[in-house]
């Protein structure tokens, strides 16, 4: 074992020293802990590990029969490196049986995920906790899930006693992936609303279904074409006084390395005075991060009752 690889390599053997049912995060490069290894990260999606390689010297620093040594109760069937460092994020099988569809679970909900296929496997699992949070805080409650994804968010809402989810994404396909993982979930139908819109073309389809009882935003950084945290962010939280209940919560989600806490304090002061902070929530702890302001930074705020 090099002394560079000793760190992940003792984070897979740790890991799979147990069974692991559910999908989680075995190592995170990019959290800057671990030098020579911040351009590679671990996931497993069971019973498959994604390698991402976020540059070219990453795709050599992973040997696959010691992952493999390290999987003792030889849960793994297949092994995925996707180069993250290139167009289109290519990745291809370099161990195993090629997996094409898998569903997931973490704390016992249900998740289709597709590693290697795009960009993004369509479970951020660093918003663990987060989903957590949801279980335990929506019952009896209306719930606006703005930049939904895949959903599973509101997945997590429905699962703590949710009355109604509106999930909101400018994207056909992740709203109908999203609608895939409710199902999964037995979550009926009628419970959710699942609207694919650009929501700065207009606010009025939102605001048919609410007012709402808690508001999640978790916008990508950037995307060409679709929102721009920096330019486009202020533009959501001056609507919050239009779409929440008294009392309301908001989670706030920022993903940025340019962009710190303080930033989203200003905005909220500046765009919605009506709402006050409560809390920094925690990121899940596989991604601890030398810089968390570098990282996912997630809020709470409260409407005033």
Same mark, same amino acid.
């Given at each position: 074992m090099s002394e560079t690889l000793a760190p992940l390599l003792e984070a897979a053997e740790c890991f799979f020293a147990q069974s692991q049912a559910e999908a989680r995060r075995i190592f995170h490069g990019r959290g800057q802990l671990y030098p020579g290894l911040e351009h590679i990260c671990l996931d497993w999606y069971p019973p498959l590990v994604l390698v991402s390689a976020y540059d070219v010297s990453a795709d050599s620093l992973l040997p696959v029969d010691s992952l493999l040594a390290a999987d003792q109760m030889q849960q793994i069937q297949s092994v995925v490196l996707q180069r993250r460092y290139e167009q289109g994020a290519p990745a291809e099988t370099v161990h195993g049986e090629v997996l094409e569809n898998i569903t997931v679970l973490e704390n016992g909900l249900k998740f289709e995920v597709h590693p290697g296929r795009r960009q993004n496997a369509g479970l951020f699992m660093d918003m663990r906790l987060v989903r957590q949070w949801l279980i335990?805080?929506?019952?009896?409650?209306?719930?606006?899930?703005?930049?939904?994804?895949?959903?599973?968010?509101?997945?997590?809402?429905?699962?703590?006693?949710?009355?109604?989810?509106?999930?909101?994404?400018?994207?056909?396909?992740?709203?109908?992936?999203?609608?895939?993982?409710?199902?999964?979930?037995?979550?009926?139908?009628?419970?959710?609303? /699942?609207?694919? &819109?650009? !929501? =700065?073309?207009?606010?009025?389809?939102?605001?048919? @279904?609410?007012?709402?009882?808690? #508001?999640?935003?978790?916008?990508?950084?950037?995307?060409?074409?679709?929102?721009?945290?920096?330019?486009?962010?202020?533009?959501?939280?001056?609507?919050?006084?239009?779409?929440?209940?008294?009392?309301?919560?908001?989670?706030?989600?920022?993903?940025?390395?340019?962009?710190?806490? /303080?930033?989203? &304090?200003? !905005? =909220?002061?500046?765009?919605?005075?009506?709402?006050? @902070?409560?809390?920094?929530?925690? #990121?899940?702890?596989?991604?601890?991060?030398?810089?968390?302001?570098?990282?996912?930074?997630?809020?709470?705020?409260?409407?005033?009752?």
């Amino acid at each position: 074992m090099s002394e560079t690889l000793a760190p992940l390599l003792e984070a897979a053997e740790c890991f799979f020293a147990q069974s692991q049912a559910e999908a989680r995060r075995i190592f995170h490069g990019r959290g800057q802990l671990y030098p020579g290894l911040e351009h590679i990260c671990l996931d497993w999606y069971p019973p498959l590990v994604l390698v991402s390689a976020y540059d070219v010297s990453a795709d050599s620093l992973l040997p696959v029969d010691s992952l493999l040594a390290a999987d003792q109760m030889q849960q793994i069937q297949s092994v995925v490196l996707q180069r993250r460092y290139e167009q289109g994020a290519p990745a291809e099988t370099v161990h195993g049986e090629v997996l094409e569809n898998i569903t997931v679970l973490e704390n016992g909900l249900k998740f289709e995920v597709h590693p290697g296929r795009r960009q993004n496997a369509g479970l951020f699992m660093d918003m663990r906790l987060v989903r957590q949070w949801l279980i335990a805080n929506c019952r009896e409650r209306n719930v606006l899930n703005l930049f939904a994804y895949t959903c599973s968010l509101s997945v997590a809402a429905l699962a703590g006693g949710a009355s109604s989810v509106t999930n909101v994404d400018i994207s056909k396909t992740s709203i109908a992936w999203g609608n895939r993982n409710h199902e999964l979930n037995d979550q009926q139908s009628r419970s959710v609303r /699942s609207i694919p &819109h650009n !929501l =700065f073309t207009s606010w009025g389809r939102v605001k048919q @279904f609410g007012r709402y009882d808690v #508001v999640i935003i978790d916008p990508p950084t950037r995307q060409r074409g679709s929102f721009d945290a920096a330019k486009d962010y202020a533009a959501v939280v001056k609507r919050l006084g239009s779409l929440c209940n008294p009392g309301a919560e908001i989670i706030a989600c920022l993903n940025s390395p340019f962009l710190e806490s /303080s930033w989203m &304090h200003q !905005l =909220f002061e500046a765009h919605c005075p009506g709402a006050e @902070f409560v809390e920094r929530l925690p #990121v899940a702890p596989e991604y601890q991060d030398r810089e968390p302001e570098m990282g996912l930074k997630i809020f709470r705020f409260r409407m005033a009752g």
